[in-house]
Structures are given as C-alpha cells and as structure tokens.
C-alpha cells in the first residue's frame, strides 16, 4: 500500500532551518513526481516545490527560491524539504504528495496532478 509519512516539522524562529522528510513505502520515488505543498492559516493549499519523476527538474515558487530546497534519497527513498532563512510567511502545514501516473512530464502545483498526500506537518515560524 502506497504511503507517505512526514516528519521534521516544528517551531524555529526567524532565519532559522528546517528539513522535512518524506517517507515513502510501497513504491519508489524515483517513479513518480514529488510535490510539497502548504497551506497557511486560512488560505488555500499551494505548491511550494516539485520535482519530476526521476528527481530530475524542479520547479520552486517564486517565495521559497534560494531558500528552500528540495531533494530525494532513493537509498532511504525518502524525499526531503530543506527550508533555510525560514520567515513568519512560511507558517504553514507542509505536506508531500506524489504523482503515480507514471508520466514522464514536467512536475506542477496542480493539486489534481498528485494522487497520494501525507498527513502534513506544521512549520511554525515565530520570534
């Protein structure tokens, strides 16, 4: 059974790092796209970064670029969210999602591209 299971979250204050990982199980992730989302206190779910299947080609959104990064571990097969100079916008539940369909296309933010999604984990940043 396909799942997904995020960790690293917490609390930081400004300026601060985190990484968050993304366990995966019952498939690898070299197979499928990744995508990490957000969705902050009474906003939508938006993409944050992806990576396309292979874990090649990114796409970050213009407020992570040159902070955030993302990245994958096919030996753990584990996808991580490196997030650096973390500021109080990027407070947020972050979840990973993949993209099973096997389609050697370019990742997106679309939410309807990814059929699988993790439990979320809340980033809190705050001085």
């Known amino acids: 059974q396909l799942q997904l299971v995020e960790s690293g979250g917490g609390s930081v204050q400004p300026g601060g790092s985190l990484r968050l990982s993304c366990k995966a199980s019952?498939?690898?992730?070299?197979?499928?796209?990744i995508g990490w989302f957000r969705r902050a206190p009474g906003k939508e779910r938006l993409g944050v970064t992806c990576v396309s299947r292979g874990l090649v080609g990114t796409i970050y959104a213009n407020s992570v670029k040159g902070r955030f990064t993302i990245s994958g571990d096919p030996a753990k097969n584990t996808a991580y969210l490196q997030m650096n100079s973390l500021e109080p916008e990027d407070t947020a539940i972050y979840y990973c999602a993949i993209d099973t369909s096997g389609l050697f296309r370019q990742c997106s933010f679309s939410i309807s591209d990814y059929d699988y999604w993790g439990q979320g984990t809340q980033v809190t940043v705050s001085s």
């Open positions: 019952g498939f690898t992730i070299n197979n499928v796209a």
